[in-house]
Protein backbone atom coordinates (compact mmCIF):
# COMPACT_ATOMS: atom_id res chain seq x y z
CA UNK A 1 0.00 0.00 0.00
CA UNK A 2 1.19 3.57 -1.11
CA UNK A 3 1.69 5.83 1.59
CA UNK A 4 0.62 9.39 0.47
CA UNK A 5 2.79 12.61 1.80
CA UNK A 6 1.68 15.66 3.13
CA UNK A 7 3.14 17.74 -0.14
CA UNK A 8 0.41 15.38 -2.13
CA UNK A 9 -2.37 15.74 0.69
CA UNK A 10 -1.79 19.74 0.34
CA UNK A 11 -1.95 19.59 -3.25
CA UNK A 12 -5.08 17.67 -3.11
CA UNK A 13 -7.11 19.87 -1.27
CA UNK A 14 -5.80 22.86 -2.77
CA UNK A 15 -7.17 21.65 -6.10
CA UNK A 16 -10.46 20.63 -4.30
CA UNK A 17 -10.95 24.15 -3.10
CA UNK A 18 -9.74 25.81 -6.60
CA UNK A 19 -12.75 23.77 -8.28
CA UNK A 20 -15.12 25.75 -6.44
CA UNK A 21 -15.54 22.99 -3.79
CA UNK A 22 -16.20 25.68 -0.96
CA UNK A 23 -18.10 23.10 1.91
CA UNK A 24 -15.81 22.08 4.40
CA UNK A 25 -17.50 19.31 4.98
CA UNK A 26 -17.82 18.16 1.44
CA UNK A 27 -13.44 19.16 0.94
CA UNK A 28 -12.95 16.94 4.03
CA UNK A 29 -14.75 13.95 2.54
CA UNK A 30 -13.68 14.27 -0.86
CA UNK A 31 -9.91 14.47 0.55
CA UNK A 32 -10.01 11.56 2.40
CA UNK A 33 -12.24 9.60 -0.49
CA UNK A 34 -9.47 10.63 -2.77
CA UNK A 35 -6.32 10.12 -0.65
CA UNK A 36 -7.90 6.27 0.26
CA UNK A 37 -7.85 5.74 -3.39
CA UNK A 38 -4.29 7.04 -3.38
CA UNK A 39 -3.02 4.64 -1.33
CA UNK A 40 -4.55 1.88 -2.60
CA UNK A 41 -4.34 2.62 -6.16
CA UNK A 42 -0.98 4.42 -6.89
CA UNK A 43 2.39 3.21 -7.46
CA UNK A 44 5.55 4.26 -7.10
CA UNK A 45 6.91 4.85 -10.70
CA UNK A 46 3.36 6.52 -11.62
CA UNK A 47 2.67 10.23 -12.08
CA UNK A 48 0.88 11.42 -9.27
CA UNK A 49 -0.88 14.45 -11.03
CA UNK A 50 -1.85 12.45 -13.88
CA UNK A 51 -3.52 9.45 -11.56
CA UNK A 52 -5.13 12.37 -9.88
CA UNK A 53 -6.92 13.53 -12.67
CA UNK A 54 -8.08 10.17 -13.55
CA UNK A 55 -9.64 9.54 -10.16
CA UNK A 56 -11.05 13.29 -10.43
CA UNK A 57 -12.15 11.69 -13.82
CA UNK A 58 -13.72 8.89 -11.98
CA UNK A 59 -15.89 10.76 -9.75
CA UNK A 60 -17.33 13.47 -12.27
CA UNK A 61 -17.62 14.13 -15.68
CA UNK A 62 -15.92 17.53 -15.88
CA UNK A 63 -15.12 19.53 -12.49
CA UNK A 64 -16.00 18.52 -8.80
CA UNK A 65 -17.87 21.42 -8.43
CA UNK A 66 -20.66 19.45 -9.93
CA UNK A 67 -20.56 17.03 -7.18
CA UNK A 68 -21.11 19.94 -4.37
CA UNK A 69 -24.00 21.17 -6.46
CA UNK A 70 -25.22 18.05 -6.65
CA UNK A 71 -25.14 17.70 -2.76
CA UNK A 72 -26.68 20.98 -2.30
CA UNK A 73 -29.53 20.33 -4.17
CA UNK A 74 -29.76 17.14 -2.13
CA UNK A 75 -29.66 19.48 0.83
CA UNK A 76 -31.40 21.29 0.08
CA UNK A 77 -34.43 20.24 -2.45
CA UNK A 78 -35.02 16.82 -1.07
CA UNK A 79 -37.46 15.47 -4.27
CA UNK A 80 -35.00 17.20 -7.05
CA UNK A 81 -34.34 13.88 -8.59
CA UNK A 82 -38.15 13.20 -8.42
CA UNK A 83 -39.42 16.02 -9.80
CA UNK A 84 -36.35 16.40 -12.77
CA UNK A 85 -38.21 12.89 -13.84
CA UNK A 86 -41.46 13.83 -13.73
CA UNK A 87 -40.21 17.06 -15.72
CA UNK A 88 -39.13 14.97 -18.48
CA UNK A 89 -41.41 12.06 -18.18
CA UNK A 90 -44.45 15.23 -18.47
CA UNK A 91 -42.78 17.20 -21.44
CA UNK A 92 -42.43 13.80 -23.38
CA UNK A 93 -45.92 12.90 -22.58
CA UNK A 94 -47.26 16.36 -23.77
CA UNK A 95 -45.06 16.28 -26.60
CA UNK A 96 -46.24 12.82 -27.88
CA UNK A 97 -49.81 13.62 -26.86
CA UNK A 98 -49.79 17.41 -28.60
CA UNK A 99 -48.63 15.99 -31.74
CA UNK A 100 -51.13 13.13 -31.81
CA UNK A 101 -53.64 15.87 -30.86
CA UNK A 102 -52.76 17.56 -33.73
CA UNK A 103 -52.37 15.12 -36.03
CA UNK A 104 -56.23 13.74 -34.74
CA UNK A 105 -57.20 17.87 -35.35
CA UNK A 106 -56.27 17.83 -39.00
CA UNK A 107 -57.71 14.74 -39.95
CA UNK A 108 -61.25 16.07 -37.92
CA UNK A 109 -61.11 12.58 -35.91
CA UNK A 110 -62.93 12.35 -32.57
CA UNK A 111 -61.16 12.78 -29.63
CA UNK A 112 -58.93 15.48 -31.05
CA UNK A 113 -59.79 18.23 -28.35
CA UNK A 114 -59.38 15.68 -25.35
CA UNK A 115 -55.42 14.71 -26.69
CA UNK A 116 -54.95 19.12 -27.56
CA UNK A 117 -56.36 20.19 -24.01
CA UNK A 118 -54.40 17.25 -21.91
CA UNK A 119 -51.37 17.52 -23.96
CA UNK A 120 -51.05 21.31 -23.93
CA UNK A 121 -52.08 21.66 -20.35
CA UNK A 122 -49.58 19.01 -19.00
CA UNK A 123 -46.86 21.24 -20.82
CA UNK A 124 -47.94 24.52 -19.61
CA UNK A 125 -49.27 23.30 -16.15
CA UNK A 126 -46.88 21.02 -15.36
CA UNK A 127 -43.62 20.85 -17.10
CA UNK A 128 -42.95 24.53 -17.47
CA UNK A 129 -43.65 24.96 -13.45
CA UNK A 130 -41.41 21.94 -12.97
CA UNK A 131 -38.56 23.52 -15.40
CA UNK A 132 -38.48 26.93 -13.78
CA UNK A 133 -37.77 25.59 -10.32
CA UNK A 134 -35.39 22.89 -11.14
CA UNK A 135 -33.37 25.54 -13.54
CA UNK A 136 -34.05 28.41 -10.45
CA UNK A 137 -32.24 26.27 -7.91
CA UNK A 138 -29.21 26.30 -9.92
CA UNK A 139 -28.99 29.67 -11.31
CA UNK A 140 -27.15 31.30 -8.78
CA UNK A 141 -27.69 35.10 -10.07
CA UNK A 142 -31.55 36.89 -9.16
CA UNK A 143 -31.32 38.04 -12.67
CA UNK A 144 -31.15 34.88 -14.46
CA UNK A 145 -34.17 33.51 -11.67
CA UNK A 146 -36.45 36.80 -12.75
CA UNK A 147 -35.57 36.04 -16.73
CA UNK A 148 -35.95 32.02 -16.08
CA UNK A 149 -39.67 33.19 -14.45
CA UNK A 150 -40.93 35.32 -17.11
CA UNK A 151 -39.70 33.16 -19.80
CA UNK A 152 -41.64 30.32 -17.90
CA UNK A 153 -44.97 32.63 -17.63
CA UNK A 154 -44.85 33.44 -21.15
CA UNK A 155 -44.41 29.96 -22.40
CA UNK A 156 -47.38 28.45 -20.55
CA UNK A 157 -49.66 31.70 -21.12
CA UNK A 158 -49.10 31.66 -25.52
CA UNK A 159 -49.23 27.66 -24.68
CA UNK A 160 -52.43 28.31 -23.06
CA UNK A 161 -53.73 31.14 -25.64
CA UNK A 162 -53.11 28.35 -28.29
CA UNK A 163 -54.94 25.68 -26.93
CA UNK A 164 -58.28 28.68 -26.88
CA UNK A 165 -57.69 29.55 -30.14
CA UNK A 166 -57.62 25.85 -31.33
CA UNK A 167 -60.34 25.04 -29.28
CA UNK A 168 -62.60 28.35 -30.11
CA UNK A 169 -62.87 29.57 -26.41
CA UNK A 170 -63.26 32.87 -25.71
CA UNK A 171 -60.80 34.81 -24.10
CA UNK A 172 -58.12 33.07 -26.55
CA UNK A 173 -56.98 36.70 -28.00
CA UNK A 174 -56.44 38.40 -24.74
CA UNK A 175 -53.94 35.24 -23.48
CA UNK A 176 -52.33 35.72 -26.88
CA UNK A 177 -51.86 39.29 -26.67
CA UNK A 178 -50.55 39.16 -23.16
CA UNK A 179 -48.13 36.15 -23.81
CA UNK A 180 -46.57 38.90 -26.83
CA UNK A 181 -46.86 41.88 -24.28
CA UNK A 182 -44.55 40.69 -21.77
CA UNK A 183 -42.06 38.92 -23.73
CA UNK A 184 -42.13 42.23 -25.48
CA UNK A 185 -41.60 45.07 -22.79
CA UNK A 186 -40.38 42.19 -19.95
CA UNK A 187 -38.70 39.76 -20.88
CA UNK A 188 -36.91 40.39 -24.03
CA UNK A 189 -35.72 43.91 -22.27
CA UNK A 190 -34.43 41.86 -18.99
CA UNK A 191 -32.80 38.85 -20.79
CA UNK A 192 -31.35 41.31 -22.72
CA UNK A 193 -29.39 43.86 -19.94
CA UNK A 194 -28.61 40.99 -17.76
CA UNK A 195 -26.81 38.97 -20.15
CA UNK A 196 -25.12 41.76 -22.24
CA UNK A 197 -23.30 42.85 -19.17
CA UNK A 198 -21.29 39.83 -19.03
CA UNK A 199 -18.62 39.03 -21.66
CA UNK A 200 -18.76 34.84 -21.54
CA UNK A 201 -22.42 35.41 -22.46
CA UNK A 202 -22.94 39.24 -24.61
CA UNK A 203 -22.86 37.54 -27.83
CA UNK A 204 -25.23 34.58 -27.43
CA UNK A 205 -27.38 37.89 -26.01
CA UNK A 206 -26.96 39.57 -28.69
CA UNK A 207 -27.82 36.82 -31.07
CA UNK A 208 -30.95 35.05 -29.05
CA UNK A 209 -32.31 39.01 -28.40
CA UNK A 210 -32.45 39.05 -31.98
CA UNK A 211 -34.03 36.07 -32.97
CA UNK A 212 -36.91 36.45 -29.77
CA UNK A 213 -37.41 40.27 -31.48
CA UNK A 214 -38.00 38.97 -34.71
CA UNK A 215 -40.39 35.75 -33.09
CA UNK A 216 -42.43 38.32 -31.03
CA UNK A 217 -42.81 40.58 -34.81
CA UNK A 218 -43.86 37.40 -36.39
CA UNK A 219 -46.75 36.89 -33.65
CA UNK A 220 -48.05 40.17 -33.79
CA UNK A 221 -47.66 39.85 -37.87
CA UNK A 222 -49.51 36.60 -37.30
CA UNK A 223 -52.36 37.79 -35.31
CA UNK A 224 -55.89 38.03 -36.76
CA UNK A 225 -56.94 41.42 -36.80
CA UNK A 226 -60.31 42.56 -36.20
CA UNK A 227 -62.18 44.21 -38.77
CA UNK A 228 -62.70 47.55 -38.51
CA UNK A 229 -66.26 49.20 -36.67
CA UNK A 230 -67.37 50.44 -39.78
CA UNK A 231 -67.15 46.89 -41.53
CA UNK A 232 -68.36 45.62 -38.22
CA UNK A 233 -71.49 47.32 -38.54
CA UNK A 234 -72.50 47.18 -42.13
CA UNK A 235 -72.51 43.30 -41.51
CA UNK A 236 -74.46 43.31 -38.58
CA UNK A 237 -76.93 46.19 -40.30
CA UNK A 238 -77.04 43.56 -43.27
CA UNK A 239 -78.09 40.42 -41.02
CA UNK A 240 -80.64 42.54 -39.47
CA UNK A 241 -82.05 43.59 -42.95
CA UNK A 242 -81.78 40.26 -44.27
CA UNK A 243 -84.29 39.04 -41.19
CA UNK A 244 -86.40 41.75 -41.69
CA UNK A 245 -86.86 41.17 -45.31
CA UNK A 246 -87.40 37.17 -44.21
CA UNK A 247 -90.02 37.91 -41.75
CA UNK A 248 -91.92 40.46 -44.17
CA UNK A 249 -91.40 36.84 -46.64
CA UNK A 250 -92.89 34.55 -44.64
CA UNK A 251 -95.72 36.74 -42.80
CA UNK A 252 -99.17 36.31 -43.95
CA UNK A 253 -98.98 32.51 -44.69
CA UNK A 254 -99.05 28.77 -42.67
CA UNK A 255 -96.65 26.39 -43.70
CA UNK A 256 -96.68 22.97 -43.58
CA UNK A 257 -94.78 20.74 -41.17
CA UNK A 258 -91.57 19.85 -43.26
CA UNK A 259 -91.28 24.15 -43.95
CA UNK A 260 -91.79 24.59 -40.19
CA UNK A 261 -89.15 22.02 -38.94
CA UNK A 262 -86.57 23.52 -41.34
CA UNK A 263 -87.26 26.77 -39.90
CA UNK A 264 -87.40 25.63 -36.22
CA UNK A 265 -84.26 24.26 -36.69
CA UNK A 266 -82.81 27.03 -38.76
CA UNK A 267 -83.54 29.86 -36.11
CA UNK A 268 -82.11 27.56 -33.32
CA UNK A 269 -79.18 27.35 -35.18
CA UNK A 270 -79.12 31.58 -35.56
CA UNK A 271 -80.00 31.48 -32.07
CA UNK A 272 -77.27 29.69 -30.46
CA UNK A 273 -74.78 31.54 -32.99
CA UNK A 274 -76.17 34.59 -31.63
CA UNK A 275 -75.89 33.85 -28.01
CA UNK A 276 -72.17 33.12 -28.66
CA UNK A 277 -71.75 36.34 -29.58
CA UNK A 278 -73.70 38.34 -27.93
CA UNK A 279 -74.96 36.97 -24.83
CA UNK A 280 -78.98 37.13 -26.50
CA UNK A 281 -80.70 34.49 -28.08
CA UNK A 282 -81.71 36.82 -31.63
CA UNK A 283 -80.52 40.43 -32.98
CA UNK A 284 -82.29 43.00 -31.64
CA UNK A 285 -83.60 45.65 -34.30
CA UNK A 286 -82.00 48.72 -32.85
CA UNK A 287 -78.44 47.60 -32.08
CA UNK A 288 -76.85 51.06 -32.06
CA UNK A 289 -79.08 51.92 -29.23
CA UNK A 290 -78.15 48.67 -26.86
CA UNK A 291 -74.39 49.49 -28.24
CA UNK A 292 -74.15 45.84 -28.94
CA UNK A 293 -71.51 44.77 -31.31
CA UNK A 294 -71.46 41.83 -33.10
CA UNK A 295 -67.39 40.92 -34.15
CA UNK A 296 -67.09 38.44 -36.60
CA UNK A 297 -65.12 34.90 -35.81
CA UNK A 298 -64.71 31.38 -34.96
CA UNK A 299 -68.20 29.47 -34.35
CA UNK A 300 -67.04 28.23 -31.52
CA UNK A 301 -66.78 24.51 -29.76
CA UNK A 302 -70.46 23.94 -30.62
CA UNK A 303 -69.97 23.15 -34.55
CA UNK A 304 -66.52 20.89 -33.67
CA UNK A 305 -66.33 17.17 -32.95
CA UNK A 306 -70.15 16.83 -33.37
CA UNK A 307 -70.62 19.10 -31.37
CA UNK A 308 -74.35 20.57 -30.48
CA UNK A 309 -74.38 22.60 -33.64
CA UNK A 310 -73.08 20.08 -35.56
CA UNK A 311 -75.79 18.09 -34.68
CA UNK A 312 -78.19 20.81 -36.16
CA UNK A 313 -76.81 21.19 -39.05
CA UNK A 314 -77.55 17.25 -39.48
CA UNK A 315 -81.20 17.69 -38.55
CA UNK A 316 -81.30 20.97 -40.98
CA UNK A 317 -79.88 18.75 -43.72
CA UNK A 318 -82.73 16.29 -43.20
CA UNK A 319 -85.12 18.63 -42.75
CA UNK A 320 -84.51 20.39 -46.34
CA UNK A 321 -84.02 16.89 -48.31
CA UNK A 322 -87.45 15.83 -46.83
CA UNK A 323 -88.90 19.54 -48.32
CA UNK A 324 -87.36 18.90 -51.46
CA UNK A 325 -88.13 15.60 -51.78
CA UNK A 326 -92.41 16.39 -51.07
CA UNK A 327 -91.47 18.80 -53.92
CA UNK A 328 -92.68 17.87 -57.70
CA UNK A 329 -91.34 21.20 -59.46
CA UNK A 330 -87.71 21.45 -59.67
CA UNK A 331 -88.24 25.40 -59.06
CA UNK A 332 -89.93 25.07 -55.62
CA UNK A 333 -86.87 22.68 -54.08
CA UNK A 334 -84.34 25.07 -51.85
CA UNK A 335 -81.33 25.00 -53.87
CA UNK A 336 -78.60 23.07 -51.69
CA UNK A 337 -75.72 23.86 -53.68
CA UNK A 338 -73.30 26.17 -52.78
CA UNK A 339 -74.91 26.54 -49.49
CA UNK A 340 -73.43 25.42 -45.83
CA UNK A 341 -76.01 21.90 -46.46
CA UNK A 342 -73.12 20.71 -49.36
CA UNK A 343 -70.18 20.63 -46.81
CA UNK A 344 -69.44 17.89 -44.38
CA UNK A 345 -70.98 19.39 -40.97
CA UNK A 346 -67.77 18.21 -39.29
CA UNK A 347 -66.06 20.88 -41.79
CA UNK A 348 -68.31 23.96 -40.68
CA UNK A 349 -66.28 24.96 -38.08
CA UNK A 350 -63.12 25.56 -40.13
CA UNK A 351 -65.06 27.07 -42.98
CA UNK A 352 -67.14 29.18 -41.78
CA UNK A 353 -67.13 32.27 -39.56
CA UNK A 354 -70.37 32.86 -37.08
CA UNK A 355 -71.63 35.69 -39.49
CA UNK A 356 -71.03 33.66 -42.95
CA UNK A 357 -72.73 30.82 -41.23
CA UNK A 358 -75.55 33.46 -40.60
CA UNK A 359 -76.01 34.46 -43.79
CA UNK A 360 -75.73 31.07 -44.95
CA UNK A 361 -79.21 30.03 -43.11
CA UNK A 362 -80.83 33.24 -43.28
CA UNK A 363 -80.72 32.37 -47.48
CA UNK A 364 -82.16 28.87 -46.98
CA UNK A 365 -84.72 30.38 -45.28
CA UNK A 366 -85.16 33.27 -47.99
CA UNK A 367 -85.56 30.22 -50.61
CA UNK A 368 -88.38 28.40 -48.23
CA UNK A 369 -89.98 31.05 -48.15
CA UNK A 370 -90.24 31.59 -52.11
CA UNK A 371 -91.19 28.25 -52.39
CA UNK A 372 -94.38 28.41 -50.04
CA UNK A 373 -95.38 31.65 -51.17
CA UNK A 374 -95.13 29.74 -55.04
CA UNK A 375 -97.08 27.05 -53.57
CA UNK A 376 -99.76 29.64 -52.38
CA UNK A 377 -99.86 31.25 -55.06
CA UNK A 378 -100.60 28.05 -57.50
CA UNK A 379 -103.08 27.05 -54.94
CA UNK A 380 -105.15 29.84 -55.52
Known amino acids: MYCITDEQIEYILNDIRRNGVEMEDLQLNLLDHICCKVEQEFKENDDFERFYEQVVQQLCSTSLYEIEKETINLLTFKNYYAMKKTMIVSGAISVATLLVGSIFKTMYWPGASILLTLGIGTFSLLFLPLLFIIKAREAK ?47 LPTYFFIGIQRPETKLNTILMSIILTGIIGLQ ?94 VRLRNAVNAYNAEQA ?4 KIPVRNSVLESDPLMTGALYSNLSLLYSINQLQMYLALSENSRAVAVQ
Do not use: C
Open 141 to 187: ILGDKFVLAIGSLVGAIFSIAILFIVQHWPGANVLLFSAIIIAALVL
Open 329 to 332: AATL
Open 220 to 313: FSIVRVRPSASQTWIKMVTYIQNEELLKKMQAGRTSGKLATDVNEISEEIKGSIIQAAIGKNSMPADPDKMNLHFNEGNLGQEFDNNGRGVRLL
